[in-house]
């Protein structure tokens, strides 16, 4: 299946198809509420999408969490035949994916950007980008087989279930991490207070010890992840003779302990698309462990930033095109 390479919508056509799914949509919205345990039913993962909420609901949600795209349109049979089946795993997995339902009929814009020949269509969108997809009914068993592919690629980039969830919930912003790890806003709480007090005065076994306690009280708090990850790179930069790790980077391009130490360096100096971009770089020129090693290191960075950081949303898809 021809992917596309970006999710602009224009060029719409107004289909007269398109009043229908409407009346549609408004007739179960007329339902209640009824439905909306079922697996069937609009829920925080299983949603449908329009033209207008696409960009919003897939291509920012798909950031931090991936997004399986089905395709599907009311008067086509193979397509009340899957989408139960991905309705069923959506509920399953609770939020590590997100199922977003487009009607075809009722999104033409959606439709061309997608390129759509034949439905029922279904495409994973992670980072911004088409990462896979499938033409056609499947059985259940085919189509656990693909999701779990899918899930594994979102680990590669470092999605993990739960996160943006969590983020998204509080937003608070609490470590300013823009190139000056330590710099703190309002803290949540007492053992917040505690780890930038220590991280002021230099104390990073403090801080560490902090962040930790943070974590085991809640491990998918993201201010205390965040907290750490940055006191892990103060330490790693601490350590190292900038003017040698640079001189090591620029002879030995194709070394990823090299090209990691000098991306610690410029992150910590605030060049952080500049830390990014020397990562991105290795990862497509290198192969192997290499590669892997540069890869795993740039989703650690990425933990060091809030996940809706525009420069970890740039440096995330390009990642992603480079998985594919």
């Known amino acids: ?52 909420s696409f960009n919003t609901d897939v291509v920012l949600r798909s950031q931090t969490v991936p997004v399986v795209l089905d395709l599907w349109a009311d008067w086509c049979g193979p397509c009340k035949q899957l989408g139960p089946i991905l309705e069923k795993i959506a509920t399953e997995a609770n939020g590590a994916f997100v199922l977003a339902r487009v009607d075809v009929d009722a999104n033409p814009q959606l439709s061309a950007a997608l390129q759509v020949q034949s439905i029922p269509m279904v495409v994973a969108v992670i980072g911004g980008q088409v990462a896979d997809g499938f033409l056609g009914a499947m059985p259940e068993s085919q189509v656990r087989q693909w999701l779990g592919q899918v899930m594994q690629v979102a680990d590669q980039l470092g999605m993990k279930p739960g996160t943006a969830a969590g983020v998204a919930a509080g937003d608070r912003g609490d470590i300013q991490a823009a190139g000056q790890p330590g710099a703190f806003g309002e803290p949540g709480g007492d053992i917040y207070a505690e780890a930038q007090q220590a991280m002021e005065r230099g104390d990073m076994s403090a801080a560490e010890a902090a962040f930790e306690k943070a974590l085991a009280a809640n491990p998918d708090d993201p201010v205390a992840t965040m907290g750490l990850r940055q006191v892990g790179l103060i330490r790693r930069v601490e350590g190292y003779d900038q003017a040698a790790a640079r001189h090591a980077a620029a002879s030995q391009p194709d070394d990823a302990d090299a090209q990691v130490r000098v991306a610690d360096i410029d992150l910590a100096m605030g060049r952080i698309e ?18 892997d090693r540069a890869r795993k290191h740039l989703v650690s960075l990425f933990e060091i930033f809030p996940p809706k950081d525009p420069r970890v949303a740039r440096a995330r898809a390009a990642l992603s095109k480079l998985l594919f």
């Open 1 to 52: 299946m021809k992917q596309p390479r970006d999710f602009s919508l224009h060029g719409a056509v107004d289909l007269g198809a398109r009043q229908a799914a409407a009346q549609r949509r408004q007739r179960a919205a007329e339902q209640g509420n009824a439905d909306s345990d079922q697996p069937g039913g609009q829920s925080g993962f299983i949603i449908d999408v329009t033209d207008e």
């Open 274 to 291: 500049e830390s990014f971009d020397r990562l991105l770089a290795t990862i497509k020129r290198t192969s192997g462990e290499e590669r």
